[in-house]
């Protein structure tokens, strides 16, 4: 990819699908920079997310490594529920060697919607899926067998993760049989559940402090994330 991609990434136009980000030539939270170029010169542009979904993720991200709140900034993880269930939708980026080493399927969760992820809820007991910005935490053997935990950093969208047992799991529905099927992916109770051949490759990389974004194109979202606020408040439009 050309190495013009790396300027443009924060100067992509406003939209309700990605807010804009133009950061300020003195705006030190470019800690990643060579790994962001070295990603974006050598990452298959066929797998990577869209540029304003990388962009903000990115973004937040490197805000949170500044707050302390992420503790293994090698590694990125991606969804983008704008995207159909029978989409492959999550991406797990190094960025530090620049590879994207997973692109799969994920679920949302039954009270989202059928192929579309539609309503997203904090509430227990909702089995709707969250939206925002998480750091993973420890894992555990469950009902799904290797599990990760999740922490919420944005309150009121996902803060009541831990409280509704939102983790990523291995699941038999996330699959192209499943698809094939049932003409949608299977749905979790808001957990993003993976392919269960993949499920413990994924947990064992990202697990311990890693950031993960779970976008959606949702104003009710965009609107009151915190994070996408102090991203706004840093940036100059």
């Known amino acids: 990819m050309n190495i013009l991609l790396i300027n443009l990434l ?3 136009p406003a939209s309700l699908t990605g807010p804009q980000v133009i950061v300020e030539d003195s705006l030190s939270i470019s800690s990643l920079t060579f790994e962001k170029a070295i990603f974006l010169q050598q990452a298959d542009s066929s797998e990577l997310p869209p540029l304003h979904l990388l962009q903000t993720a990115l973004a937040g991200y490197e805000i949170l490594v500044k707050d302390n709140l992420i503790s293994r900034p090698e ?11 029978d989409r492959e939708r999550l ?3 190094d960025l530090k060697q620049g590879k994207v080493l997973f692109h799969c399927l994920v679920s949302h969760g ?7 992820a539609e309503n997203f809820s904090n ?17 555990y053997i469950g009902k799904h067998g290797l599990s990760l935990a999740l922490d919420g950093l944005e309150t009121g969208i996902n803060d009541k993760a831990r409280q509704r047992s939102i983790v ?3 699941a038999d529905y ?7 099927s049932h003409g949608r992916l299977g749905r979790s109770l808001g957990c993003p559940a993976v392919p269960v051949e993949l499920s413990e490759e994924i947990i064992k990389t ?6 993960l974004f779970i976008y959606v194109p949702k104003e009710s979202y965009i609107s009151n994330s915190n994070i996408i606020s102090k991203i706004n408040s840093i940036t100059k439009i």
């Not at 590694?75 to 269930?85: A, G």
């Not at 039954?110 to 579309?116: D, H, P, Q, V």
């Not at 509430?123 to 894992?139: A, K, R, W």
């Open 206 to 211: 990202i697990k311990g402090g890693s950031c």
């Open 91 to 93: 991406w797990v980026v």
């Open 174 to 180: 996330v699959s192209d049989d499943f698809i094939r």
């Open 75 to 85: 590694v990125i993880t991606i969804i983008d529920f704008s995207l159909q269930s």
């Open 10 to 12: 924060f100067l992509l």
């Open 123 to 139: 509430i227990p007991g909702s089995n709707e899926s969250s939206p925002g910005f998480y750091v993973t935490s420890e894992t």
């Open 110 to 116: 039954r009270n989202s919607g059928e192929l579309m």
């Open 168 to 170: 990523i799991h291995g």
